[in-house]
Structure formats: structure tokens, C-alpha cells
């Protein structure tokens, strides 16, 4: 595995690359509460079997660097796929990750062979939230106004890692070391990016999607994430759906022996 930082404008965005260059590309989307090493392992296993992988960390997390200046997520991975030479790819996204992969296939159809979504945002979507989903949003908010980073960053590990409906700590050791690190990175990242462009809403055009899709929810996840979960197995018109039992927002991370089986079966099936 190789790190390197792209140079994007004035940004410096850490990034990993595995596997052969003739390899089919399959860049890798991190989700709001992480960085690149959230993909760590799959970027290696996947380079293993033959594909050329890559992950980068966005602005505003991890070690990337940038000023408050405008930019655009989508125009940055545009400019990393440059740097790259990649022209086309799979793009396995989790969470606002997933939502970014929508917006790419949604921008370049031609560029994209096929989407793997882990919880996924969808830029512009509207969702309902439960009773206990309210709940945890009430615990969110507050977190955040305390402007404590690491009570935040503890609240953010019992939503995000554990599920909101499941007991605080249920995933521990080395994954909850890893996830407290990444999260505390973005929210102690300075300086705030208060200029990022807006995406259009990708709502409304989900079904204009072609390119195959295999999409991951985990059971213990907010409840309004999967049910767009559900949502999108009937509007993407080449999907397959699966949920992960005893996971929640970060299958990858919790169960990469669940997780994984699952990427190599549809990246193979892409290869044929």
C-alpha cells in the first residue's frame, strides 16, 4: 500500500493506493465520522484479488489540510481521479461518502461501474425520523452545542459505532480506538470550511442511475437510514440489497468478514 497526498488547489488531501495499475479502479468514500483508514483493510484485500483501490480523506477530516476557501467534495474527487489517471471506477461509499458516489454517477454515468452504498446519505434527501431516532438526534444536538469535542466525540461513538438503539460500547478495542481518533480529528479540525459549494439534491433522480449497485445497511443503524435503504433497493434499477445483521452504521469496520465476502462477490461479478 502506497500513501501520498494530492494536491487539490490549496487543499492537501492524505490518500492510499493498492493493486495493479491495469487493475479495474475502486475508490473507496469515507463516512462523515471518519477518515481514509476506515477503508484500510479493504483497500488491501481488495488489491489482493487483483483490482487497483484507492482512498483519500476529504477536507475538514483526518490530516487534510485546506483554508477556508469555496471548493466543491464532487470537484475533489474529480481532481483525485485526475491525479490518479483513473477515468472511471466503482465507488464504494459509506454514509456521506455514499451520498458523494451518487452525486459522481449521477454527474459522469459513463465514469461509473458500479456503486457499493454502506448507509448512505443522499444529497438533498428528506427522511422521517422514529421516536428513538428524535432521541438520539436530541443527544446529537446537544452534544454538539455543549462545544465540548470530547464528550461529542463519545456521544457520536454510541450513534454511529454502536446504533443508537444498542448499549454505549458495544463495539470496543481497537475499532472504537480507531473511530474515537478519526471523529475527534473532524471535529477539532481547523480552520472551519465555511465555504463548501452545494450540491444539487440527488432525491429526485436516484432512478436515473443505470450502473449495478449493491447496497449495505446495518440492522442496529438509524432507523430512517434504513428505511432509504429500502428506498433505494425499489428506485436504483439495478440494485441488490442486503442487511447486516448485529451491525450498525459501519458494517466494514464491525464484521469485515460479513463485509467483505459481500464487495468481492459484486466486484467479481463486475469483472466478468
Not at 452525486?103 to 448512505?120: C, E, M, S
Not at 443522499?122 to 422514529?130: A, E
Not at 464491525?254 to 469483472?271: C, G, N, S, T
Request: net charge negative; aromatic share 6%.
Amino acid at each position: 500500500m502506497i500513501e501520498t497526498i494530492v494536491s487539490v488547489g490549496a487543499a492537501r488531501l492524505p490518500a492510499i493506493t493498492a493493486g495493479p495499475e491495469g487493475g479495474i479502479p475502486v475508490v473507496f468514500l469515507h463516512a462523515g465520522v471518519c477518515d481514509h483508514r476506515m477503508w484500510a483493510v479493504e483497500v488491501e484485500a481488495v488489491a489482493e484479488e487483483g483490482f487497483r483501490t484507492l482512498a483519500y480523506t476529504r477536507r475538514g477530516f483526518g490530516e487534510a489540510v485546506s483554508p477556508d476557501e469555496p471548493f466543491s467534495h464532487l470537484d475533489d474527487l474529480e481532481a483525485v481521479l485526475a491525479h490518479f489517471g483513473i477515468h472511471a471506477a466503482v465507488f464504494v461509499g459509506c454514509s456521506m461518502g455514499g451520498g458523494l458516489a451518487i452525486d459522481f454517477a449521477l454527474r459522469h454515468p459513463g465514469r461509473t461501474a458500479g456503486l457499493v452504498l454502506v448507509g448512505t446519505a443522499v444529497t438533498g434527501g428528506n427522511y422521517d425520523l422514529s421516536d428513538s431516532d428524535r432521541q438520539m438526534e436530541a443527544v446529537l444536538e446537544d452534544a454538539e452545542e455543549r462545544g465540548d469535542p470530547e464528550f461529542q466525540n463519545r456521544v457520536d461513538a454510541h450513534a454511529w459505532l454502536d446504533g443508537p438503539r444498542s448499549p454505549n460500547g458495544r463495539v470496543g478495542g481497537t475499532v472504537r480506538e480507531l473511530f474515537l481518533d478519526m471523529n475527534m480529528r473532524a471535529l477539532t479540525k481547523q480552520p472551519p470550511l465555511t465555504q463548501e459549494s452545494k450540491r444539487p439534491s440527488a432525491r429526485d433522480r436516484i432512478g436515473e442511475i443505470n450502473a449495478p449497485a449493491l447496497l449495505v445497511a446495518g440492522d442496529l443503524d438509524f432507523n430512517y437510514i434504513l428505511t432509504r435503504h429500502d428506498g433505494l433497493s425499489d428506485d436504483l434499477p439495478n440494485a441488490f440489497a442486503v442487511i447486516l445483521e448485529g451491525t450498525a452504521h459501519l458494517p466494514n469496520l464491525e464484521r469485515p468478514d460479513l463485509f467483505q465476502p459481500l464487495l468481492m462477490e459484486f466486484l467479481d461479478a463486475l469483472d466478468e
